[in-house]
Every structure is written in C-alpha cells, then in structure tokens.
C-alpha cells in the first residue's frame, strides 16, 4: 500500500530544544518514518534541522517576524524566560496566525490539487490556538487533525503563594481564551482533536457531543531509543542492603516540590536508607541548599546543578527511584525519561505525569495541600525502600510500559490509526487509545 500523504505544521520543531519544539521535532520525524510526509515549520528550526540531517527536501521554513517579536515582549514581561508561562502562551498565539496565513499561501494550491491526504498540526500544543487553515481546509475537503493538544490545567487549591512566585497572574484570566476569534470554528471544522491529558479533554469535550466524537486521548510525550538506549537494556537488580537511591530532575522552582521531595526524605536519609540527586537549577537552590544544612543530610543529598539533555540519562541511571512531586505539570516526559531507564516513579494525582502510569509500575500519590504531600511522599518513599526487590520489578514493569507504548516509532503507528479512522469517517469506531495502553483514565 502506498503511505499515507501528510503535511504535517509545526511552527516548533527543533532537535537542539527541549519542551514544545522537541515534541515537534521527534514527532514530525518519526511520522516521516511512516507517511510521506513534509514538514512546515518557522525559519528558526531551519540551521538546527539541517544539522541533525533532515532532508531539504523534507521541509519548508517559514518566516513570522511577529513571533520574534511576542517572544521578546514576553520575557520581558515574564522577566526572563523562565518564570510566567501563561505570558508567553497568550502572546505567541496572538501572532500565530501570520505563520498559518504564509502556509496557506505556500500551499493552497498543492492542497487544492489533492497532493496532500490530510493535514496534521502538532504544534502548537497549546488547546487555545486557533487554526486559520480549518476554514480553508474544510473548503476544499481535505480533513485537518489538531493535536496533541495540553495545557490550562488549574493551579491547586492552597498554592496561590507558588503561583504567584511563577508570575502567573494572567492564568486568572485564562478563561477569556473561549472568546478567541476562530476558536470554536477551529474545533467544529477540524475532523479530529488529539487531546493529551484528562484536563484537556475535559475541557474541550464538556457538553459538546459533537465534538466527543472526533476527540483522542493521546499523551504528547515520548522517549527517543536514540538518546535512550537504556529503553532496551534492563537494570540488574540492586545489591542487597544498601540505601536506595533516589533522583529528582527538574527547574529548582516552588511548583516543581524539590523542598517537598526534601522534607518527606528527610527521616529516610538520616537513617541511611535511601540517597537523594536533586538534578536541576533554579531560584530555589538556596533554599533547599538550607534545608539539607539545617537538617544535616549534607552527607546523604547531591546537587549536580544543572546538567545537558544528552547527560540527564547518566545522572537518572545511578537510581532506582524517581520522585516527582511537582503540583502543576502538564505532560511529564520526564517521567517517561526515568521509567526508561527502569525507575520506579513516585507522582502526584494532578496532571499529566500520573496518566503515564499505569496499574503496577510505580506509586501515585493523592493531591493535597503542602504538609498533605510531604506525608504522602514520606510514606510512599517509606515503603518503597523497605522493599528494594519490589521497586526493581516496578522499575523493569515501567521499563517495558514505555519500551511498548511510549517511543516515537509507537507514538507514530498509534497517529497512524488516527489517521486512517479519520479518513474513514463515521461511523468507523474511534480508536480507543486509553485502553490499548494500559492506562486507566477516570
């Protein structure tokens, strides 16, 4: 059978980032593998995807000045780049559409002429960017799927301090997104809505039958073989009497719970039970610096700082345990990177990291306030170390769990089926992704 022939958009797709445009990336390329693809994407991925060996051929880049310029506007309103994201998502969609109105332009015609068989937008991720091309496209018959789509789950009860840390204050008027110009016509003309995380299917599907039907839980995040070749390589089981240890990996930022991590450990790491990497920099360093002197763990807690994508494996490796008490995290592919390595992770019900896990293949953690979570944490932590055998089998079970459902390679044959139950239309049965990977999803 021929490939299916796709243009896939993603104005963020980037093998030298990380987030967003790494997604783009990885999954545009492993698409490639199975479609005739070609990829559209902004000029600044241009230099970077040369480099990593994409074809010319294989792509077209795009210029959109306006997103230079929101990008600008937004750290400095953000101060920096790594605080308010909320800033950064309002004002990059506002200038989206210039890069969707140059697609069309480039591509009208050929997508008139039938050459393409649909047209998948992966990026941005963001649910509340409307898509210029879904009138267009709608026009001439050739089907659009969106997605993954993720973002806007609540900041939790009893973490306004945090929140106000991130510089967050536009997230109060997040719900003014609804009244976007093209945005319920964008999900009415799309043909499917790929929506990565139960918040976000939530949100997009309440009350609206019409758009139940053409709605496909799939989680944006994936590990690539290629940067973790330990997906395929099973740890030995750890040596008897010896502490665990246990890693963190992330932004030293409030909402990420590094301090929470810290205060649940705290009883274990004394009694020499467990060991603890806390991988990552940020505002909080200080901070948990601080709280190892003052409750002397300085022997039992390291602090690498920060440390590259390439070498993050390296650190996560020596562990056993992946504790991850962050209290708004929308995907999780860090998660996803521990599991890969055969740790037993350790998250909080709230987001997206704890629909990467199913039944047996590590411990998730019930949302609460502070003092609720580092009681949970200490707990979980608590009774994993008592039972090192026990969080090896786990750590193998999520091993394999992200070896079978969660690369790029599986992600693209699951897109694949979206696909051909897109083109197939109703009344084919929707694919029922949830089930088909174990995940247990309300």
Request: positive net charge; charged residues 20%.
């Amino acid at each position: 059978m021929s490939k299916l022939r796709v243009l896939i958009i993603a104005e963020a797709a980037n093998p030298e980032l990380t987030s967003v445009a790494l997604i783009g990336y990885s999954l545009s390329q492993a698409l490639a593998e199975v479609c005739d693809a070609h990829l559209v994407t902004e000029s600044r991925n241009e230099d970077a995807l040369l480099k990593a060996g994409v074809s010319p051929g294989s792509f077209t880049a795009i210029t959109n000045p306006a997103q230079r310029v929101a990008f600008r506007i937004a750290t400095i309103l953000r101060g920096g780049t790594s605080l308010g994201w909320t800033i950064h998502s309002a004002l990059t969609t506002l200038a989206y559409p210039i890069f969707e109105h140059k697609v069309w332009r480039h591509f009208a015609t050929r997508l008139a002429k039938g050459e393409f068989d649909l047209v998948h937008r992966i990026t941005p991720l963001s649910p509340t960017t409307p898509s210029y091309l879904a009138k267009k496209l709608a026009k001439i018959g050739v089907p659009l799927i969106l997605g993954p789509l993720n973002g806007g789950i609540p900041w939790p009860a009893g973490f306004d301090q945090v929140r106000r840390a991130e510089r967050e204050w536009l997230g109060y008027f997040r719900d003014l997104y609804r009244f976007l110009p093209g945005l319920k016509a964008t999900r009415r003309l799309a043909s499917s809505l790929i929506l990565a995380s139960r918040h976000t299917y939530g949100e997009v599907t309440a009350g609206r039958a019409e758009l139940e039907k053409k709605a496909i839980w799939l989680p944006e995040n994936a590990i690539d073989p290629a940067r973790f070749p330990e997906v395929y390589q099973e740890p030995a089981a750890p040596p008897a009497a010896t502490p665990l240890h246990v890693a963190f990996l992330g932004r030293l930022v409030p909402y990420k719970g590094a301090d929470i991590l810290l205060e649940a450990a705290a009883p274990l790491l004394r009694a020499g039970r467990m060991t603890l990497e806390i991988i990552g920099d940020g505002p909080q360093m200080p901070e948990l610096k601080a709280i190892v002197a003052r409750e002397n763990l300085v022997h039992a807690v390291a602090f690498p700082g920060w440390v590259a994508h390439e070498q993050v494996r390296r650190h996560l490796a020596k562990a056993r345990i992946f504790a991850f008490p962050s209290v708004r995290e929308f995907g999780g592919g860090v998660v996803l990177e521990a599991m890969a390595l055969g740790l037993a992770p350790v998250v909080i019900d709230y987001g997206g990291p704890a629909e990467l896990i199913p039944d047996g293949c590590g411990m998730i953690v019930p949302m609460g306030n502070r003092d609720e979570l580092i009681h949970a944490f200490r707990d979980a932590l608590d009774r994993l170390t008592a039972d090192p055998a026990a969080v090896h089998a786990t750590g193998l079970r999520a091993q394999r769990h992200v070896r079978a459902h969660f690369t790029w390679s599986a992600k693209a044959q699951q897109l694949l089926m979206v696909y051909a139950w897109t083109l197939q239309g109703s009344p084919a049965p929707k694919p029922d992704l949830w089930r088909s990977s174990g995940i247990k999803i309300g």
